[in-house]
């Protein structure tokens, strides 16, 4: 993969009926079954999408989700469709713009949770399990370290929030009364399969996954399916093998970058955001491609 990207920031497709726009991806309608997800290099932080992109950021999110989707389709059928970029975006310059970086999906019914899967004691885990020594309601061991691991990955599901706002965690029981009992173990047990055979692969490449959150969608049979992007830097924490240590935050391979220099800025995390320095989009960039590159050489 290039190191020359142009950077974008958001997309216009005149062929296509814009469905929605998120924080980093925008949706286009293909025919009435079909979807078109652009991912495109907005960079959000503290729930506030900058007015900066992160040059090559959607196609490294692409690379890796669809590395992974291949990766895990012997434990769950996912999202992405047979139909070709070229046959859901006939137009040769629209569909040069977004090469790289869109995936042509399955038209689903998404659920209202998000399946996070944690593997280590970090960010709002962390808080929770300071406050009340548990975790989404979960009781972990006394006397756990920042960033230590923990006896076994557990399933902390959050509810989906709107754009703008934060996801909030709920437990296990919250989650059985919005998707039935039956699909929360099912999504249960997926995400702590899936979250299981990734942290050992990467672990191998150098990386350690220390959480992650995925999506998942309903068919028409009403069969489970895994959405919207899978085990990448925006969806999980990364963190380099070789700066691990318990009892801090560890360097990261995601976006914590921009949110710790963000930290040192005099800024409320509310609209708009500041606009970040050249080279702190280039060493986000460089962390991004560095995540790629080292799970699959």
Same mark, same amino acid.
């Given at each position: 993969? =290039?190191?020359? @990207?142009?950077?974008?920031?958001?997309?216009?497709?005149?062929?296509?009926?814009?469905?929605?726009?998120? /924080?980093?991806?925008?949706? $286009?309608?293909?025919?009435?079954?079909?979807? +078109? !997800?652009?991912?495109?290099?907005?960079? =959000?932080?503290?729930?506030?999408?900058?007015?900066?992109?992160?040059?090559? /950021?959607?196609?490294?999110?692409?690379?890796? =989700?669809?590395?992974?989707?291949?990766?895990?389709?012997?434990? !769950?059928?996912?999202?992405?469709?047979?139909?070709?970029?070229?046959?859901?975006?006939?137009?040769?310059?629209?569909?040069?713009?977004?090469?790289?970086?869109?995936?042509?999906?399955?038209? +689903?019914?998404?659920?209202?949770?998000?399946?996070?899967?944690?593997? @280590?004691?970090?960010?709002?885990?962390?808080?929770? @399990?300071?406050?009340?020594?548990?975790?989404?309601?979960?009781?972990?061991?006394?006397?756990?370290?920042?960033?230590?691991?923990?006896?076994?990955?557990?399933?902390?599901?959050?509810?989906?929030?709107?754009?703008?706002?934060?996801?909030?965690?709920?437990?296990?029981?919250?989650?059985?009364?919005? !998707?039935?009992?039956?699909?929360?173990?099912?999504?249960?047990?997926?995400? +702590?399969?899936? $979250?299981?055979?990734?942290?050992?692969?990467?672990?191998?490449?150098?990386?350690?996954?220390?959480?992650?959150?995925?999506?998942?969608?309903?068919?028409?049979?009403?069969?489970?399916?895994? !959405?919207?992007?899978?085990?990448?830097?925006?969806?999980?924490?990364?963190?380099?093998?070789?700066? $691990?240590?318990?009892?801090?935050?560890?360097?990261?391979?995601? /976006?914590?970058?921009?949110?710790?220099?963000?930290?040192?800025?005099?800024?409320? /995390?509310?609209?708009?955001?500041?606009?970040?320095?050249?080279?702190?989009?280039?060493?986000?960039?460089?962390? $991004?491609?560095?995540?790629?590159?080292? +799970?699959?050489?």
């Amino acid at each position: 993969m =290039s190191n020359d @990207y142009t950077a974008l920031y958001e997309t216009h497709l005149k062929s296509l009926p814009l469905v929605a726009r998120g /924080k980093v991806r925008d949706i $286009y309608a293909v025919g009435s079954d079909h979807l +078109l !997800i652009v991912t495109t290099d907005r960079l =959000s932080a503290f729930d506030v999408i900058l007015p900066d992109p992160v040059p090559g /950021k959607g196609a490294i999110l692409t690379a890796v =989700s669809n590395f992974w989707f291949a990766r895990m389709r012997h434990v !769950i059928p996912n999202h992405l469709a047979d139909m070709t970029l070229e046959e859901a975006v006939p137009d040769a310059a629209e569909r040069q713009l977004v090469a790289g970086r869109a995936v042509v999906v399955r038209k +689903l019914r998404a659920l209202p949770v998000e399946a996070v899967a944690r593997g @280590y004691l970090i960010g709002s885990g962390w808080k929770d @399990y300071q406050q009340t020594g548990a975790v989404c309601g979960i009781r972990l061991p006394p006397g756990l370290a920042q960033a230590a691991e923990l006896p076994q990955p557990i399933f902390t599901p959050a509810t989906k929030a709107a754009v703008g706002d934060h996801d909030e965690n709920i437990d296990f029981a919250r989650a059985c009364e919005l !998707i039935g009992s039956e699909r929360a173990a099912r999504v249960r047990d997926v995400t +702590l399969q899936i $979250y299981r055979e990734a942290a050992a692969f990467a672990r191998d490449k150098g990386i350690i996954i220390a959480d992650t959150k995925f999506e998942f969608g309903l068919d028409e049979h009403d069969e489970l399916v895994l !959405i919207d992007e899978i085990l990448t830097p925006d969806s999980s924490r990364f963190w380099p093998v070789d700066g $691990y240590r318990v009892g801090t935050s560890p360097p990261s391979f995601d /976006k914590q970058f921009v949110r710790d220099y963000l930290e040192t800025l005099d800024w409320d /995390k509310r609209a708009p955001g500041p606009h970040l320095p050249p080279e702190i989009l280039a060493q986000t960039a460089a962390r $991004y491609r560095e995540a790629l590159e080292r +799970l699959t050489n």
